[in-house]
């Protein structure tokens, strides 16, 4: 790498990390595509320099900058993990070889994880996108490409915890990703499926098989059968016979479930592998399944096809009815945005209008301005100013009143409250009131009928004809009898006019404490408001008339001359008329010319 370059590319990193991101990625892939075309040893030695001048190490903690503060997103941290993938291979010896191999490059392989975990979640939400899945293949791809010239990281993407969550994942777009990423790696690579554990193999498989039997997509199930063919044709012979012990029915499940997918050649060769390698069985119960298996691909066979010529059947109609609605939709686009650009136009055209009203307005007044005389012009400059200052008086005072009416506004919540308080009980006890009766009758027991009420008169007659009163004889009881319903007849009839006076001197009560109160708490004069006034205004309109007589009559006394005050006639200002106080006014002499 030329030292101009290397000192820029540390210039940069000295920077706000995320804000050289897009620099550093542009001089980057001008690097390596101008080393690329050169020597091949020019090429290792500019990637030497980017990890041992740690370069490499600030695009694999960019992985995990945040991507809203990125321009281009995902897009452009998934070219960084293309370009950070393409300086890891092929980078040839270097210098710290043991922390290149054992902590620079599990770094990278977890923080491209990451990535795809956070791209992998954005594709899931955002469903109908499918930008997102293009970059998801891509980065897939970065890091296949990675683990091709590194196979001892693959138990490093098994234990990786966020291998865990995509491997996990049930959407058939990243599920064929992950499968894809691994066929790539044995097809290409030969040897790493002997370098690495038995352990991680056989955690790769059991992915495999869990997708083929969760998944009906025949690219899930073509990635997965070649490469379980990968394996069983790469490994040992004892292998193969552990996959019929771990995983039992294997055999039967991939010819029901994927036979006439498209891959049939494929899946022949993993069958005839796995029954050469299996544990023997009988010829005649061989050929019968192969037999019943041929049976049920012809059935499927002709089943799809009718499937097929159905649909090609009602394929005219769909491209109709898919171009009508494309066409509407462009049509109803088209009318948006058309209303759209006539809304600003017009818009527009007001505004200009409204300025040039102005503009004509002040040269009108400008011109009026020339042609007035100097005395004129003086006048008409003062009723500008009175009006400017009329209306920065009335908005001050408009002000004003609205802080002080903030600041009296509980008061003034308070009294309505117990205004609205006292009307509505008074309302309730007039109701109560008409829904009683004035006089309310006697009323018998609603549970004694009239053949009860003579049995109980009998017993009363024969008991006081067995008991006879020595005090009082029996016409002496009768008429204490009439006496008596009298007076409760009396009782009944008042007590209804004893309720509604009783309720009305509670009522006048109550209004006598809510007015001291508010007398008690009146503000002084010096802080009293126009608002606080209504407050103690009278709500009897034969008082307010009487107390404004009053003090009209008051105010009339107070402008007669001294000598109209004098002696017993002026008993009360009231007894003066009006006419009087303009006669003597009129009548006063108050020398002078």
Known sequence: MEMSEEDELKSLMAKNSEEAFMEILSKLKELLGRKSLGDQKDLEKCKQDLFHHRVLDYCSAALKFNPAKIQGSYSSMTQMADVL??????????????????????????????????????????????????????????????LRAHPHLIPCVLNSR????????????????????????????????????????????????????????????????KILLSITEQKSHSVSLQLHERYKGLEDMVQKDWRGKGFDATLMQLIHRLQSEGPGKDTRAQYSSAERVRAACVIQAAWRAHQTRCRLKKLPRAV??????????????????????????????????????????????????????????????????????LLIQRVWRGHRERQQFKQNRYHLRQHKAAVTLQRAILAFLKRRRSQRNLVAPWKSHKGLTESRRAELKRQIEHHVFLHPSSV????????????????????????ASDRAQEQHRQAVMAQINTD???????????DMHEEDSCLFLSRSAPTAM???????ALLRSAHLPWWR????????????????????FESLYLGGR
């Open 320 to 389: 109709s009815v898919l171009q009508r609605s494309f066409r509407e939709r462009r049509r109803q686009k088209q009318a948006e945005t058309e209303k759209r650009l006539a809304e600003e136009e017009l818009r527009h055209q007001v505004r200009l209008h409204r300025q040039r009203a102005i503009r004509q307005f002040h040269q009108r007044q400008l011109h009026l301005m020339e042609i007035l005389p100097a005395e004129h012009l003086a006048r008409f400059l003062g009723e500008l100013e009175n009006r400017a200052a």
């Open 85 to 146: 993938s393409t300086c890891c291979v092929g980078i040839g010896s270097v210098r710290d070889g043991d922390v290149f191999r054992r902590q620079f490059l599990p770094g990278v392989i977890d923080n491209i994880l990451f990535l795809i975990h956070r791209i992998m979640n954005r594709a899931i939400r955002d469903k109908g996108q499918t930008e997102m899945i293009r970059l998801f293949r891509n980065i897939i791809n970065s890091l296949s490409w990675l």
């Open 565 to 584: 005050k004098l002696g017993d006639e002026f008993s009360s200002p009231e007894s003066l008329s009006h006419q009087d106080y303009d006669m003597d």
């Open 472 to 495: 009082v004889s029996a016409e002496g009881t009768l008429a204490l009898h009439d006496k008596a319903q009298s007076m409760l007849q009396q009782h009944l009839m008042t007590k």
């Open 162 to 225: 966020y291998y865990e969550s995509v491997q996990m994942s049930d959407d058939d777009e990243i599920s064929a990703g992950i499968l894809t990423m691994w066929y790539n790696l044995f097809r290409t690579n030969s040897a790493a499926v002997s370098e690495i554990t038995t352990t991680a193999l056989y955690t790769i498989l059991d992915d495999v098989v869990y997708k083929m039997s969760s998944s009906s997509n025949p690219v899930i199930g073509s990635a997965a059968v």
């Open 546 to 552: 009487r107390a404004r007589q009053a003090h009209n």
């Open 516 to 526: 001291i109160e508010l007398l008690l708490s009146v503000p002084t004069l010096k």
